[in-house]
């Protein structure tokens, strides 16, 4: 089975900086997703990764540790527009096409 | 042309109706997906398509029955569904199995049953 979690609901202030977290027990383990959703739209693809460490792309970067079963999402200097729904997945076995997605994150930039 | 388009964007049908979802994509990519998303729920999956074969079907009961006509094509047809059906039915294309390919998402179908 999988399970992927996620803090449901965070705040955090323009211009900041907010750490999401992801903890995930999964059958196979083959890459961590994190997707940007907005309210009413599809998700959107914001970063992979598959071994140890640390990605950075942008404002965002993403990390994993794959023996402890953890990831986070840093989102920095925090626009308006970040303010979204963040969804952490997991990728299981190889060659299955599978990726499931954890409860996902609500994230509201207050001015 | 990065896009997955699906069609319609809104459907309302009751109990006894009969309708289809459809979904394109023209990326070239190799596996399809359904996933069904209640409001504020993450996305859920339904059914994996790679090369035209359904590969997953996550246990998803038989008035949803997935149909992968070509490459480029993935319908859902739907019937006899429950008021508990309602959603926004998401399509993705993804270019293979490779672990690290990532899922394009369509902007759904959302959909009601009365």
């Known amino acids: 089975g999988q399970n992927i979690d996620q803090p449901t609901e965070m705040t955090a202030t323009e211009g900041a900086i907010v750490q999401i977290n992801c903890t995930y027990q999964?059958?196979?383990?083959?890459?961590l997703f994190w997707y940007q959703q907005h309210a009413g739209e599809a998700p959107t693809f914001l970063s992979y990764n598959v071994l140890d460490g640390l990605e950075e792309k942008g404002r965002f970067s993403s990390f994993l540790s794959r023996s402890k079963g953890y990831s986070y999402l840093l989102l920095k200097e925090l626009q308006m527009k970040d303010s979204a729904s963040y969804l952490c997945?997991?990728?299981?076995?190889?060659?299955?096409?599978?990726?499931?997605f954890g409860t996902g994150t609500r994230l509201t930039v207050i001015p | 042309d990065t896009e997955v388009t699906q069609t319609p964007k809104h459907l309302v049908m009751g109990m006894t109706n009969k309708k289809s979802l459809k979904c394109e994509q023209h990326?070239?990519?190799?596996?399809m997906y359904w996933y069904k998303q209640k409001a504020k729920k993450p996305p859920e999956l339904m059914f994996v398509?790679?090369?035209?074969?359904?590969?997953i079907n996550e246990s998803v009961p038989s008035r949803f029955s997935p149909e992968c006509p070509n490459s480029s094509l993935l319908n859902l047809h739907l019937h006899a569904l429950q008021p508990e059906d309602s959603a926004l039915y998401l399509c993705a294309s993804s270019q293979d199995n490779t672990p690290g390919e990532k899922l394009f998402f369509g902007s759904g179908t959302q959909l009601s049953v009365l």
């Open positions: 398509y790679s090369y035209e074969k359904l590969s």
């Open positions: 990326m070239g990519h190799r596996a």
């Open positions: 999964t059958s196979g383990f083959n890459g």
């Open positions: 997945a997991v990728r299981g076995q190889t060659g299955a096409n599978n990726l499931f």
